[in-house]
């Protein structure tokens, strides 16, 4: 099957709201009383001066498995408290619902590539109610350089089977927060970077396919030129 466009989202901070996630993870790590909340801060503290991204999930696990105690039994309490308190909250970015809707209402195909850590990235997924759509779980930031994988002798992509099975598409659209996501993106494809949270160097060099816009609504209105009705 061939389609013209496929649409690739992010969701740390693109769809879900990932401070808010973090926020409701210690409050639920809190409640086994295994891991305190300011063993966690100080981690993420110390990972953020270095640049990097801290995976909550796997640092607190690391922690369980250093003490010899039953990781993924707690862990699995821990994520089961994380839901329970995650689901009275609208856990999605201003304008993320309405994103979705204009892609599932116009049966445009589309994915989520996020990355980071299995655990953290799925329990983020569940919280904020986009499990069930189609979804990959990278350990690679520059996702530009994923989906110049997907790019056959022809031109043409092959979506992977996760996303859609025995798909083609002519070209693929990246939705994503991070100038580092839009590296190595091929000539044929376009981005929409939104709300960049980066240097303005590096928001300077994204490449000409790149458009740079401060909310979702803004991608809305380009995937309506992109994909007109």
């Not at 690739?8 to 990932?18: I, Q, Y």
């Not at 105690?69 to 089961?80: F, P, Q």
């Amino acid at each position: 099957m061939k389609v013209n466009t496929f649409y690739v989202l992010d969701f740390d901070r693109c769809l879900g709201r990932t401070e808010r996630l973090q926020e409701l993870l210690e409050n639920a790590v809190e409640t086994e009383d295994f891991v305190s909340l300011d063993m966690i801060q100080y981690a993420h503290t110390q990972v953020k001066k270095t640049g990097g991204s801290f995976d909550t999930a796997a640092y607190v696990r690391q922690v369980l498995k250093d003490r010899q105690l039953d990781v993924n039994r707690i862990w699995g309490k821990i994520e089961t408290s994380f839901l329970t308190l995650a689901s009275g909250e609208d856990l999605l970015e201003l304008y993320a619902r309405e994103l979705l809707d204009e892609l599932t209402n116009r049966q445009l195909p589309f994915g989520i590539l996020t990355y980071g850590g299995y655990e953290w990235q799925t329990a983020k997924l569940k919280a904020a109610g986009l499990y069930t759509i189609p979804h990959i779980i990278t350990s690679y930031k520059e996702k530009g350089k994923t989906i110049a994988g997907w790019q056959r002798q022809d031109g043409w992509f092959l979506i992977p089977r996760e996303f859609l099975n025995d798909t083609v598409t002519r070209t693929v659209v990246l939705i994503d927060d991070k100038p580092v996501s839009f590296q190595s993106l091929p000539p044929s494809t376009k981005g929409i970077c939104v709300a960049p949270q980066a240097p303005a160097q590096e928001i300077a060099a994204l490449p000409s396919s790149v458009t740079v816009v401060p909310d979702l609504k803004k991608a809305i209105d380009i995937i309506a030129t992109i994909d007109k009705p």
